[in-house]
């Protein structure tokens, strides 16, 4: 290992550390509609407002050992938890396909669905902001090298949302209620953004495949709706890091 190498592994986990403080922002303010701006981030107990050496991702949550400064609330474990696991993203992305906008995609797409499924788990909920705002981050990315090409990324966004609309206005029909959501829709047109029209379609039957064998008997038993968003994710990032293999073992599967 290079002492560029350490470095540039370093400064991915390090700005991965700092995204998953944002997303953590995103995941608790965006489904109560608030800002991720204003105000700064304050204790849930005292309202106290966190100083900056307080808000060091991983390491003050460690420091305090989980409680306010101020008033001894005890913090959650998601916050430590997404920003760790977002510099694992990072890191992972960096050392896998090294020094390459590749990495930088497959870093913004993981981060993006980490977000969106935490969401979508606790709320059933995917705001436009993140599926819309990747969409926009998909498109923009490829017209960098290294990945999907910017015609690839426009018929992926605009197959995928009109695949997952042709679905679920099969599925109403079918069922005279509504069977797909809006924020599912946008989630797949921003998936095809960043993995084109045939991962797009892989990311869909990886999710239904995965929803239906995880979450379908949980479904059947309490009535509760499959979230979705987070299967679409969990489908996505299957197919952006082993889309081609997959594929290339169906077809030999299929046409011999």
Same mark, same amino acid.
């Given at each position: 290992?290079s002492l ?38 304050r204790?849930?107990g ?18 305090l ?9 005890r ?6 938890l997404?920003?760790a ?12 396909? +090294? @020094?390459?906008?590749? /990495?930088?995609?497959? &870093?913004?797409l %993981?981060? *993006? $669905?980490l977000?969106?499924?935490l ?9 436009d ?15 960098l090298?290294?990945?999907? +090409? @910017?015609?690839?990324a /426009?018929?992926?966004? &605009?197959?995928? %949302?009109? *695949? $997952? ?22 989630l ?6 960043f993995l084109?029209?045939?991962?797009t ?9 995965t929803g ?9 038993k ?13 489908g ?5 890091l082993f889309g ?13």
């Amino acid at each position: 290992m290079s002492l560029v190498d350490a470095v540039y592994w370093t400064y991915a986990a390090l700005l991965g550390a700092a995204t998953g403080s944002f997303l953590n922002v995103c995941v608790v303010r965006l489904p109560e509609e608030e800002s991720v701006v204003r105000p700064p981030s304050r204790c849930p107990g005292c309202a106290a407002r966190i100083a900056w050496y307080d808000n060091i991702p991983v390491l003050s949550y460690l420091w305090l050992r989980g409680r306010c400064r101020h008033c001894g609330e005890r913090i959650s474990a998601q916050y430590p938890l997404v920003e760790a696991s977002t510099a694992a993203i990072w890191l992972g992305m960096a050392l896998y396909y +090294g @020094p390459s906008w590749r /990495a930088l995609e497959g &870093a913004v797409l %993981f981060s *993006l $669905l980490l977000g969106i499924a935490l969401i979508d788990a606790r709320h059933y909920l995917i705001p436009d902001v993140l599926s819309i705002g990747g969409l926009a981050a998909g498109l923009a990315l490829s017209l960098l090298p290294g990945g999907v +090409g @910017p015609l690839e990324a /426009a018929g992926g966004a &605009a197959g995928g %949302f009109v *695949l $997952l609309w042709l679905v679920g206005a099969a599925g109403e029909w079918w069922l005279d209620r509504p069977a797909m959501g809006g924020g599912d829709m946008k989630l797949l047109a921003m998936i095809g953004a960043f993995l084109g029209p045939v991962d797009t379609m892989l990311s869909l039957f990886l999710g239904a495949l995965t929803g239906t064998v995880v979450f379908g008997p949980i479904s059947l038993k309490t009535g509760k709706l499959v979230p979705f968003g987070v299967f679409l994710a969990l489908g996505a990032a299957l197919a952006f890091l082993f889309g081609e293999p997959l594929t290339e073992w169906y077809r030999a599967w299929a046409f011999g």
